[in-house]
């Protein structure tokens, strides 16, 4: 397989076929066009839950701690220290890599409307040679008619030079 049908697909084509777009009608289906990327993400009619993480119940009243227990929660402080890090690195790039994604979605939907621009612009000049070939008809049709008089006017005089020749005989 050719490296242009891998990129671009091996469809049947559809040049000259009549479609309904042609009559100025439209299949832009708007709930199409506004809908989400993914279901999870963040939009006014999706907010999200406003969910948060707690890594430790909250402590309501005033109470001691004993070794023991500092201890523990010195060592998960520092663990979560090192995740907080690692997630606000996580974050960081899924940031970035939205960032990218929205860039290419945004690039591909300017080559989209260049395709669709410039596709209009070959339906024009297709539709004008249509015009200017309708136009051209009538002189076809002239000449046609003007071959069609003459082999007419031929047929006729060698009709009458057979009649002559035959009754000659």
Do not use: C, W
């Amino acid at each position: 397989m050719s490296l242009q049908l891998r990129l671009f697909g091996g469809g049947q084509p559809t040049a000259g076929k009549f479609s309904a777009s042609n009559d100025g009608s439209h299949a832009i289906d708007k709930s199409k066009v506004l809908a989400q990327t993914d279901a999870e993400v963040i939009t006014p009619k999706t907010p999200g839950n406003f969910s948060s993480i707690r890594s430790v119940p909250v402590v309501p009243d005033p109470r001691y701690f004993d070794r023991e227990q500092a201890d523990a929660l010195k060592n998960l402080a520092k663990e979560k220290t090192d995740g907080a890090r690692q997630s606000k690195r996580a974050y960081k790039s899924l940031a970035k890599i939205e960032a990218a994604d929205k860039t290419v979605h945004k690039e591909h939907r300017k080559y989209e409307g260049a395709v669709a621009q410039n596709e209009l612009g070959k339906k024009r000049s297709d539709a004008g040679l249509a015009k200017k070939l309708h136009g051209l008809r009538p002189g076809y049709a002239r000449l046609g008619l003007g071959i069609d008089k003459a082999d007419s006017d031929a047929r006729t005089r060698i009709d009458e030079i057979k009649a002559k020749l035959q009754g000659a005989n």
